[in-house]
């Protein structure tokens, strides 16, 4: 991990900044299929819901990305298996952020006894494709034609990592 590099559990107050990430995600891209932007509201309810299972990346002044897991699917029988979300600032790109999120994520992930972690990537993404290969994600479908944002469909990647 970078020297100027922090990874911290995610309070309330780095709502605002978590807020802009992802609106910024929603807004411009096809990184994420939702159109509807998050309030500082919406994601200060994530951050207590998620129970400790919320980061940031800082370099003591910026947050610079977030990492969090949940449900994957509804049922005590996926109780082990979650989804994960995370953003990057464009800014933090390129300096090991991502990757020191994913690591404290998926050793969480694991102490609470999750089997396996899920990412659901939008074709029209293929770094974060390659990102999740390179940390041992492994391609397992494309569901056609799941998404519709910007007035077209668009297909999901489906990748998973046994912890």
């Not at 990057?88 to 952020?97: E, I, K, V």
């Not at 994520?105 to 494709?129: T, Y």
């Amino acid at each position: 991990m970078p020297t100027d590099l922090i990874i911290r559990a995610a309070t309330s107050d780095d709502a605002p900044a978590i807020a802009a990430i992802w609106n910024h995600y929603i807004r411009h891209t096809a990184v994420t299929f939702n159109s509807q932007e998050k309030t500082d509201q919406d994601v200060a309810a994530d951050i207590e819901s998620k129970s400790g299972a919320f980061w940031v990346a800082s370099d003591g002044d910026t947050i610079g990305g977030f990492a969090t897991y949940g449900a994957f699917r509804g049922g005590v029988g996926y109780a082990r298996t979650k989804e994960h979300t995370i953003q990057l600032d464009p800014d933090f790109s390129g300096r090991g952020a991502g990757r020191a999120l994913m690591d404290v994520l998926c050793a969480h992930a694991k102490a609470q006894g999750i089997h396996s972690l899920w990412a659901g990537i939008s074709e029209e993404n293929p770094a974060g494709v390659a990102f999740h290969r390179a940390i041992g994600f492994e391609h397992v479908a494309i569901l056609p034609e799941v998404g519709f944002k910007f007035d077209r469909w668009m297909d999901l990647v489906l990748m998973q990592k046994f912890l």
